[in-house]
């Protein structure tokens, strides 16, 4: 047991290495930072001093790992729009994002998994497929077009919502349904395709013929069971509630982390975008993290396996 | 091989009569967009940047603009048609590129076993760990944009699915009899990978490409919409939804139809890949 948390957690540092060593390539890639900060026009005595002041020129694997040490203690640089800590400019959007984002998940989980679930149960009848057909439109129209679609009807059509903003909670309702019917949609194809596949295995037609009642063999023997990859991809989304609301965050003009990034990816706001690619990545690992750690106790095979891994 | 071909032709036999509406309906749909693609600017009525001022946010219906005009008097059927073939060529390129990539990575895993499989799951955790979106705004950030850019990043969306995927075969490949008597005579490794384990486990990687394709041009979709992704005056189907979100009050024509084709591709190749994935792939057999 503890050497599969062992091993779960040097994968975790190794992610979190890999992330970092994709932002100092793609930023080294990108250009001459001293040319890009001082412009073209820079006379070369001024560029010589600034690469000497930041260290630029230093041999390569130096800066590489005094790039490690500086975001080691939070320096992640400063926008280049006000000057402020980009970190600081990331880390006071995150409520507004996680006012979308919490809300959304719930709704995901309480409208996706139920819905699977049922759907797997009573294959073939007509909510069965009813819950597919959403299912499959939920992957196939973008989070952008339901927004708009959705923006369209009961913003302009009906005027019952807000189309854009963030003044009252009534703002935040087309965002949290937007990102709660696409979520729900997959979640619900995902849970489905689980318990199909646990309800085809040779353990509960055992249970079911020794006589254990279908209901017990249900709660006891298949959701159990179906939960191991659902886990999974409950993780993902954890991990994606920080930067997951992008596009919805666009649409609506809502001032969270997603629109952040748009408006520094559009200004090329580097500090800023690398502050949160980082700190996504951070999530993602973190969540990865705890999905790994709940497999172990729900599934004993996967530690004995971690074992000898 | 003659295992192989048996199979091929028993299961030719029986499942050519038997194509579903859905899946009949699903392949016209791509057949036109394919060729919408390749005659796009033939086909247009109008050069897709020809403005006409005189109408305006003219409504979809009347004989000069079917589809009607957007803000500029643009006539939105021939920018659909010219989006379609700019969104259908950054799909199928990013698709190529991935499946490539990912199929190469995998093989190599396969071949070398030892630190070149540990780098390249490592790889494949990294990228299947990471939202892809993040990744392509993050370098789009970095690098600006331009059409071969746009290509080349969605071409590394999804690779890491091929990678595992080709991996896995090639090892079970190589383990089979066939792979081992054509390297007793002297095959090298090249030719076996190419030649004869690729045709075996085509058929799983043709599924996978269906399922990345759709999420390929969601993708590009977003990150156009976004306005960060293919920029203007050039057009596709992302971008022309997110010029029309600021007349979707006045004129939701500009939007709903490239809204529309985005929704009913990605739908049709789903249903294509979904009806092959029981046909071809043996694992679910």
Avoid at chain 1, 61 to 72: C, E, K, P, S, T
Avoid at chain 2, 240 to 263: D, K, N, Q, S
Wanted: net charge positive; charged share 15%; with cysteine.
């Amino acid at each position: 047991m503890g050497r599969y948390f062992a091993i779960r957690m040097g994968r975790a540092a190794l992610t979190i290495v890999l992330v970092v060593t994709f932002a100092f390539v793609v930023l080294r890639l990108s250009g001459d930072p001293a040319l890009m900060i001082l412009g073209p026009e820079a006379p070369p005595e001024v560029l010589a001093a600034f690469r000497k002041a930041w260290g630029l020129d230093e041999p390569i694997w130096f800066q590489y790992l005094d790039y490690f040490g500086a975001i080691a203690k939070g320096e992640l640089g400063r926008s280049m729009r006000d000057g402020r800590p980009a970190i600081e400019l990331v880390l006071e959007r995150i409520p507004a994002t996680l006012a979308l984002t919490l809300p959304a998940f719930f709704f995901k989980v309480a409208l996706g998994i139920p819905a699977g679930i049922y759907a797997a149960l009573h294959r073939g009848s007509g909510i069965d497929r009813a819950v597919m057909m959403t299912a499959v439109a939920g992957f196939t129209v973008p989070s952008f077009v339901l927004a708009l679609l959705l923006v369209l009807v009961f913003a302009v059509q009906l005027g019952w919502l807000p189309s854009g903003g963030q003044d009252s909670w009534r703002h935040a309702i087309l965002p949290i349904a937007t990102l709660s019917l696409g979520g729900a949609a997959v979640l619900a194809r995902f849970t489905r395709s689980a318990m199909l596949e646990v309800l085809g295995q040779p353990y509960i037609r055992t249970a079911s013929a020794k006589g254990v009642p279908w209901r017990k063999v249900v709660t006891s023997h298949a959701l159990p069971n179906a939960a191991i990859p659902t886990v999974t991809i409950l993780g993902f989304m954890v991990g994606t509630l920080i930067a997951g609301a992008v596009v919805v965050e666009s649409v609506f003009a809502w001032p969270g982390v997603g629109r952040l990034l748009v408006v520094a990816v559009a200004n090329r706001d580097l500090a800023v975008v690398q502050c949160i690619l980082l700190l996504v990545a951070m999530t993602m690992v973190t969540s990865n993290l705890i999905v790994d750690f709940l497999y172990g106790f729900l599934d004993p095979r996967l530690r004995a396996k971690g074992a000898h891994a | 091989m003659t295992d192989a071909t048996l199979k091929d032709t028993t299961t030719r036999r029986v499942s050519l009569p038997a194509i579903p509406v859905s899946v009949a309906l699903a392949i016209g749909w791509i057949v036109a967009m394919l060729v919408i693609a390749a005659f796009a600017e033939k086909i247009a009525p109008y050069g897709y940047t020809q403005l006409d001022l005189r109408n305006r946010l003219s409504a979809p219906g009347n004989v000069a603009h079917w589809l009607g005009t957007d803000e500029l008097g643009r006539d939105v059927l021939s920018r659909l048609l010219v989006s379609i073939r700019i969104s259908l060529l950054i799909a199928f390129g990013a698709t190529a590129i991935s499946a490539i990539v990912g199929t190469t990575l995998g093989f190599l895993a396969a071949h070398f076993r030892g630190v070149v499989e540990q780098l390249v799951l490592m790889l494949t955790d990294f990228q299947a760990s990471m939202p892809f979106l993040i990744m392509a705004l993050a370098v789009l950030a970095f690098f600006g944009n331009s059409l071969p850019l746009l290509i080349g990043l969605m071409g590394l969306f999804g690779w890491e699915r091929y990678a595992r995927i080709a991996r896995g075969l090639a090892i079970s490949a190589n383990a089979q009899g066939y792979a081992a008597a054509v390297r007793q005579l002297g095959a090298t490794p090249a030719r076996i990978y190419l030649r004869h384990i690729l045709p075996n486990i085509a058929s799983t990687l043709i599924v996978s490409t269906t399922l990345v394709f759709p999420e390929v041009i969601l993708m590009e979709s977003g990150l156009s919409f976004l306005g960060l992704g293919v920029q203007p005056p050039m057009t596709s189907l992302g971008n022309m939804v997110g010029y029309g979100r600021e007349y979707l009050t006045r004129a939701p024509w500009i939007m709903l139809a490239p809204a529309t084709t985005i929704v009913v591709t990605t739908l049709a190749v789903s249903v294509i890949g979904d009806w092959l994935r029981d046909r071809l792939d043996p694992t679910l057999q």
